[in-house]
């Protein structure tokens, strides 16, 4: 049997150029292959781009985007005699935070166009709209847990 015991949660440091937490968070998520450089020059374009569309501060922008896109709930399978259940299941704030930043990463990409600096911006700026693919993802979440409240 395991001792349990329990570590530490190691957050990443705040980002050099915009002294923020979340951007961190963002920058860590469009890694791929290590390539850190990469993802710091396409955030950073990716804000230039949304300041110059809204004239607004990009990190209010992107800010805007994650609360709208952070879920409350999260669905997880339990097994209960042969038959799968989602089970609804409250979510932290850092975990929220943490599973809207994936859901924007993630449509981003998936958006058509060139560049990822761009679509990275579009999806911000979405989101921060309230529309979406990153919004849609959350209501459907939500909706599925409302569905699935009596196996709570």
Same mark, same amino acid.
Request: glycine residues 4%; aromatic residues 8%; hydrophobic residues 35%.
């Given at each position: 049997?395991?001792?349990?015991?329990?570590?530490?949660?190691r957050?990443?440091?705040?980002?050099?150029?915009?002294?923020?937490?979340?951007?961190?968070?963002l920058i860590?998520?469009?890694?791929?292959k290590?390539?850190?450089?990469?993802?710091?020059?396409?955030v950073s374009?990716a804000f230039?781009? @949304?300041?110059s569309? &809204?004239? $607004?501060? #990009?990190?209010l922008v992107?800010?805007k985007?994650?609360? !709208?896109?952070?879920?409350?709930?999260?669905?997880?399978?339990?097994? @209960?005699?042969?038959? &799968?259940? $989602?089970? #609804?299941?409250?979510?932290?704030?850092?975990?929220s935070? !943490?599973?809207?930043?994936?859901?924007?990463?993630?449509?981003?990409?998936?958006?058509?166009g060139?560049?990822a600096?761009?679509?990275?911006?579009?999806e911000?700026?979405?989101?921060?709209?309230?529309?979406?693919?990153t919004?849609?993802?959350?209501d459907e979440?939500?909706?599925?847990?409302?569905?699935n409240?009596?196996?709570a």
């Open positions: 049997m395991s001792r349990r015991i329990y570590t530490q949660k957050f990443p440091s705040k980002d050099l150029c915009y002294d923020s937490f979340l951007v961190s968070l860590n998520k469009l890694l791929k290590g390539k850190k450089y990469l993802a710091q020059r396409i374009r230039e781009i @949304i300041e569309r &809204t004239a $607004q501060s #990009p990190l992107f800010e985007a994650v609360r !709208n896109s952070s879920p409350r709930v999260q669905l997880k399978a339990k097994r @209960i005699g042969g038959a &799968t259940y $989602q089970v #609804p299941a409250l979510l932290t704030r850092f975990s935070t !943490n599973l809207a930043i994936k859901w924007l990463t993630e449509f981003s990409r998936k958006r058509p060139k560049g600096s761009l679509k990275l911006a579009n911000l700026v979405d989101a921060a709209k309230g529309t979406g693919s919004i849609r993802k959350k979440t939500h909706k599925m847990a409302e569905a409240k009596a196996f």
